[in-house]
């Protein structure tokens, strides 16, 4: 393998199957956020250089189009199986540089693999269609359509630092087992952990040209890379406000965004009460809510709330709250300012009467599980997605009331439905504008081959491995004119 190493801790970006130091001579520092020291730097790499890779992968993909899929195949599982071997390095990289517990992270890895290998197996078993044009009023069977999937060209993948190689590897396995090449451009914190997974795929013997991974700060090269003429497609995961420029930047190719949520867990009368604040628990505060899918809203009825409330104290309660060395659930959050906007939402909510039930304490930016009672509309807390460790609670007097604070949202991700009553439960989910709904459990992405998607503020098009692949590939139509 190409070392990637500079000094200790400065890394190299790649493009054209090489490692390389930027022409601009500079590095960006990355921080750990529990460390509270530098980790390494990487590089902040200048728009020729964005130019040479985006070229560099218009000549790879033409050659890549033409392989087999079997081909592909053999490469992406040369990947999987070298990111398992990598598994501690890789792992132990995700937890300092975003903070996460190790157990977390080494499960992102092995899930990571798993998700390279499903793809792999769906990609090969996934087939055009046929159609004959007399099932139209008066065409002719002569007429034969042959319906194909060919790839787009060339994807730029842009990922969060939540998770910095499961999130990246769902949008560029499928873009390379579809044929494509991929520019990769991951989180600026979260770009170490995006260079070891890349140093695994260089390891699978890729072609040259073919993935390049392009290391700067968003603010500085993302709308260059998002306006380039040379992009034909972007998979984006991101907050809502950077997903909602990038979809103005980025004319007439196709877009997949997945955004930000307010995910809210509904809870019924007839609910059992304690499993659900099982759920609402695991579901607000893994990974100190750092998760798209969070619930970060629970909307009560009323006559269950005190209840409730008592039995998602005692949960909290339970939490482990430090290090991610430790296998702390509630860690660090990823900056200062992070923490500096859920203390603004928490200071807004009790300013307006909202009730801590457990909480609202602050060590540098570690924010203790937050849980809010009488949580009312006119507070920021019931809207705005918070990344982090606060839970507010709304006291709601009817189902309905319930549904229309849930659809009040500007986001639309997932929304959880606790009841014991599946007509009930079938009643709501048949009104909420999310993209999934989950019966009496928490919300969550996957598993991974499910179908999983953001409406309104939460994002466009729909991801989930067949999905991915389909949203990387065009149909193409060719027709067979058939002597009568
Ligand atoms: P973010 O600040 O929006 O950053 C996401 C990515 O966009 C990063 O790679 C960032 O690079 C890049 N970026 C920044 N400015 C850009 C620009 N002008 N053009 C192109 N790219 C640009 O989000 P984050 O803080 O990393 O992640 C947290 C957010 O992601 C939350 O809102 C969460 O809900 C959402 N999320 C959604 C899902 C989902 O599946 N729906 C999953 C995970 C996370 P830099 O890091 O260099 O700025």
């Given at each position: 393998?190409?070392?990637n190493?500079?000094?200790?801790?400065?890394?190299?970006?790649?493009?054209?199957?090489?490692?390389?130091?930027?022409?601009?001579?500079?590095t960006?520092?990355?921080m750990?956020?529990?460390?509270?020291?530098?980790?390494g730097?990487v590089?902040?790499?200048?728009?020729?250089?964005?130019?040479?890779?985006?070229?560099?992968?218009?000549?790879?993909q033409?050659?890549?189009?033409?392989?087999s899929l079997q081909?592909?195949a053999?490469?992406?599982?040369k990947?999987?199986d070298?990111?398992v071997?990598?598994?501690?390095?890789?792992?132990?990289?995700?937890?300092?540089e975003?903070?996460?517990?190790?157990k977390?992270?080494?499960?992102e890895?092995?899930?990571?693999?798993?998700f390279?290998?499903?793809?792999?197996?769906?990609a090969?078993?996934?087939?055009?269609?046929?159609?004959?044009?007399?099932s139209?009023?008066?065409?002719?069977?002569?007429?034969v359509?042959?319906v194909e999937?060919?790839?787009?060209?060339?994807?730029?993948?842009?990922?969060p630092?939540?998770?910095?190689?499961?999130l990246?590897a769902?949008?560029?396995?499928?873009?390379?087992?579809?044929?494509?090449?991929v520019i990769?451009?991951?989180?600026?914190?979260?770009a170490?952990?995006?260079?070891k997974?890349?140093?695994?795929?260089?390891?699978?013997?890729?072609?040259k040209?073919?993935?390049?991974?392009?290391?700067g700060k968003g603010?500085?090269i993302?709308?260059?890379?998002?306006?380039?003429?040379g992009?034909n497609?972007?998979s984006?995961?991101?907050g809502?406000?950077?997903?909602?420029?990038?979809a103005?930047?980025?004319?007439?190719?196709p877009?997949?965004?997945?955004?930000?949520g307010?995910?809210?867990g509904?809870?019924?009368?007839?609910?059992?009460l304690?499993?659900?604040?099982?759920?609402?628990?695991?579901?607000?505060f893994?990974?100190?809510?750092?998760?798209?899918?969070?619930i970060?809203?629970?909307?009560?009825?009323?006559?269950?709330?005190?209840e409730l409330?008592g039995?998602?104290k005692?949960?909290?309660?339970?939490?482990?709250?430090?290090?991610?060395?430790?296998?702390?659930m509630?860690?660090p959050l990823?900056?200062?300012r992070?923490?500096?906007?859920i203390?603004?939402?928490?200071?807004d909510?009790l300013?307006?009467?909202?009730e801590v039930?457990?909480?609202n304490k602050?060590?540098?930016?570690?924010?203790?599980?937050?849980?809010?009672?009488?949580?009312?509309?006119?507070?920021r807390?019931?809207?705005?997605?918070?990344?982090?460790?606060?839970?507010?609670?709304?006291?709601?007097?009817?189902?309905?009331e319930?549904?229309?604070?849930?659809?009040?949202?500007?986001?639309g991700l997932?929304a959880s439905?606790?009841?014991?009553?599946?007509n009930?439960?079938?009643?709501?989910?048949?009104?909420?504008?999310?993209?999934?709904v989950?019966?009496n459990g928490?919300?969550?992405?996957?598993p991974?081959h499910?179908?999983?998607?953001?409406?309104?503020?939460?994002?466009?098009g729909?991801?989930g491995?067949?999905?991915?692949?389909e949203s990387?590939?065009?149909?193409?139509?060719?027709?067979?004119?058939?002597?009568?």
């Open positions: 393998m190409a070392t190493e500079v000094t200790l801790s400065t890394y190299k970006f790649y493009m054209n199957g090489e490692w390389k130091e930027s022409q601009s001579g500079q960006i520092d990355i750990s956020p529990y460390l509270y020291e530098t980790i730097k590089q902040a790499i200048t728009k020729e250089e964005v130019d040479d890779a985006i070229w560099s992968a218009h000549d790879a033409k050659e890549w189009a033409k392989t081909q592909r053999s490469y992406l599982n990947w999987a070298e990111l071997s990598r598994q501690e390095e890789i792992a132990d990289t995700i937890m300092r975003v903070g996460k517990s190790y977390d992270a080494n499960n890895v092995l899930r990571t693999a798993d390279i290998r499903y793809t792999i197996e769906e090969l078993h996934m087939h055009g269609e046929s159609m004959r044009g007399d139209f009023p008066g065409g002719s069977k002569s007429k359509a042959i999937r060919i790839p787009i060209g060339v994807v730029l993948a842009i990922s630092f939540n998770y910095p190689v499961n990246a769902a949008k560029i396995a499928p873009a390379l087992m579809a044929g494509n090449a990769f451009k991951p989180a600026t914190q979260g170490i952990s995006g260079t997974m890349i140093e695994a795929l260089d390891e699978a013997g890729l072609p040209g073919l993935v390049a991974l392009v290391t603010s500085v993302g709308d260059y890379l998002v306006e380039h003429k992009m497609m972007i984006f995961t991101g809502t406000n950077t997903g909602v420029q990038l103005k930047k980025a004319t007439m190719i877009l997949v965004l997945e955004l930000g307010k995910d809210p509904i809870v019924c009368e007839d609910a059992d304690k499993e659900a604040a099982k759920q609402i628990v695991s579901g607000a893994s990974y100190s809510g750092q998760r798209c899918t969070a970060k809203r629970v909307l009560v009825h009323e006559k269950v709330a005190d409330v039995l998602v005692e949960e909290v309660e339970k939490l482990t709250v430090g290090s991610p060395e430790e296998g702390s509630i860690v990823i900056d200062n992070s923490a500096d906007f203390q603004i939402l928490i200071a909510a300013g307006k009467g909202a039930v457990i909480g602050r060590e540098h930016n570690l924010i203790y599980p937050t849980l809010l009672d009488h949580v009312t509309e006119d507070m807390v019931a809207w705005e997605e918070p990344f982090g460790p606060v839970l507010p609670i709304i006291r709601v007097s009817s189902e309905d319930a549904v229309q604070i849930a659809n009040a949202s500007e986001y997932q439905i606790f009841t014991k009553d599946v009930r439960a079938f009643r709501i989910s048949g009104k909420l504008e999310v993209g999934s989950q019966i928490r919300t969550e992405r996957g991974d499910f179908p999983f998607i953001g409406i309104k503020g939460s994002g466009m729909v991801q491995i067949r999905k991915s692949i990387m590939t065009r149909e193409k139509v060719t027709v067979l004119n058939l002597a009568e």
